[in-house]
């Protein structure tokens, strides 16, 4: 069975910083690229982050840059986003997804994924 399961989402500061897990299962890992989307109350989901897992090529949404760091753990199978300095903009679910590598190009500018996690909750409040 193919599971991507997020976690790590909770309740963080303005200026604060959270990791956000991606646990893969059920599919060759380290032959798909893997992203970060989020999707805020009331508008479209936006990329942040993807990663090819083997040659570790990161795409970086522009909102992002400089402040989130995306990583991988090829053992776990398992991503990484690495949230640092947050705003209260950043608050949303976060979803990982996955898609064969060779279509990085496609998750990042099309969101189109062969298999999509549940999603983790991200509040950025004082």
């Known amino acids: 069975e193919v599971q991507l399961q997020a976690s790590g989402g909770g309740l963080v500061q303005p200026g604060g910083c959270l990791i956000l897990?991606?646990?893969?299962?059920?599919?060759?890992?380290?032959?798909?690229?893997v992203g970060w989307f989020r999707q805020a109350p009331g508008k479209e989901r936006e990329r942040v982050s993807a990663?090819?897992?083997?040659?570790?090529?990161?795409y970086y949404a522009d909102s992002v840059q400089g402040r989130f760091t995306m990583s991988r753990d090829s053992a776990k199978k398992t991503v990484f986003l690495q949230m640092n300095r947050v705003k209260p903009e950043d608050s949303a679910i976060y979803y990982c997804?996955?898609?064969?590598?060779?279509?990085?190009?496609?998750?990042?500018?099309?969101?189109?994924?062969?298999?999509w996690g549940q999603g983790t909750l991200v509040t950025v409040s004082s």
């Open positions: 897990s991606c646990a893969a299962s059920g599919f060759a890992f380290d032959s798909y690229a």
């Open positions: 997804a996955a898609k064969a590598a060779g279509q990085l190009l496609r998750l990042w500018n099309s969101q189109t994924a062969e298999y």
């Open positions: 990663i090819h897992i083997r040659d570790g090529n990161i």
